[in-house]
């Protein structure tokens, strides 16, 4: 292709694998991966499919693989453990908080905390608690400083500029008096005349349901926001737990390279009938920005 031409071919690799986490990770290279984001299988669940592991047994069952997970990751990279604490004899089980404590002695920086708010959670009654509408998003990290790309996840900064800064004078609007009379304030001229702010840590997304074909719902909003913050265009994204291939298939949608490794057959075979192993787009190279369209949504769970 010309140099002179306006666009420029980008590929994007795909790579599926079909086999156990545990062996197939040991087979990739050291310092990688920029991007993990996956969900395991939860303590006793999914036992159809996966077997399901006993939360007396889910640490000691996850540590070989968040092992391989730290050689493979980049020490710029980021790790997005998806997962939630089932209740036991009508009693939170503590094993998420024993894995947390458990990868930190691994290694890992256990750096954020991000909620999962699931608006359309499904209905229910229980005799001693409420039906869930949140899971957890576990941040880890091999340093301190790593790649993040902020500007990319912000929101649109809504009415609360106009209701906050209603009343206030340019003096107060420099700086925004304690409302409990502590003595500090915020700093609120930063975000004067913007019509955009960065998000909070808690993400309000539906859960899929309009298919059936895996046992675990999985929004595509999710994946998507997290490779947005944490990677870049050709960088590498890696779900050890690929089920109906998600993570993967936004990963291409971004332009990322990524890898899926999947221990049941025939969620391997249904993703390898969805995603083209190489993917050639064309980037518009050209200096003037065009509107685009948003590709439409995959209805699937995972």
């Not at 089980?93 to 930190?104: G, H, K, N």
């Not at 700086?175 to 960065?198: E, L, M, T």
Request: proline share 7%.
């Amino acid at each position: 292709m010309s140099s002179s031409h306006p666009y420029s071919p980008i590929e994007v690799k795909t790579d599926l694998l079909l086999g156990d986490s545990r062996e197939i990770l040991t087979q990739l290279p050291d310092n990688s991966v920029d991007l993990i984001f996956t969900s395991p299988p939860y303590a006793d669940q999914r036992k159809s499919t996966y077997g399901g592991i006993h939360p007396d047994k889910y640490v000691e069952w996850f540590l070989p693989v968040s092992e391989q997970l730290l050689r493979v990751l980049k020490p710029t990279g980021t790790f997005v453990l998806n997962i939630k604490e089932k209740v036991v004899e009508g009693e939170r089980s503590t094993y998420v908080m024993e894995l947390i404590i458990a990868m930190r002695k691994q290694g890992w920086l256990w750096t954020e905390e991000f909620i999962w708010h699931k608006k359309n959670c499904y209905p229910g009654k229980w005799p001693n608690r409420f039906r869930d509408a949140w899971e957890r998003l576990l941040q880890f990290n091999k340093q301190k400083h790593f790649n993040m790309y902020q500007d990319e996840v912000m929101v649109p900064m809504g009415d609360w500029a106009k209701s906050r800064l209603k009343n206030l004078s340019d003096t107060d609007k420099m700086r925004d008096p304690s409302k409990v009379g502590s003595g500090f304030g915020k700093n609120i001229s930063n975000w004067v005349n913007r019509d955009k702010a960065y998000p909070t840590n808690v993400l309000h997304l539906a859960t899929e349901c309009s298919n059936k074909n895996h046992s675990a719902a999985f929004p595509e909003e999710l994946p998507e926001w997290f490779i947005k913050l944490f990677t870049k265009e050709g960088d590498i994204v890696l779900d050890p737990f690929m089920g109906s291939g998600t993570t993967n298939i936004i990963a291409q949608r971004l332009r990322r390279d990524s890898i899926g490794i999947e221990i049941m057959p025939e969620y391997y075979d249904m993703v390898k009938k969805q995603i083209e192993p190489l993917q050639l787009f064309l980037l518009d190279a050209r200096p003037t920005e065009y509107e685009s369209t948003k590709p439409g949504r995959r209805k699937t769970v995972r």
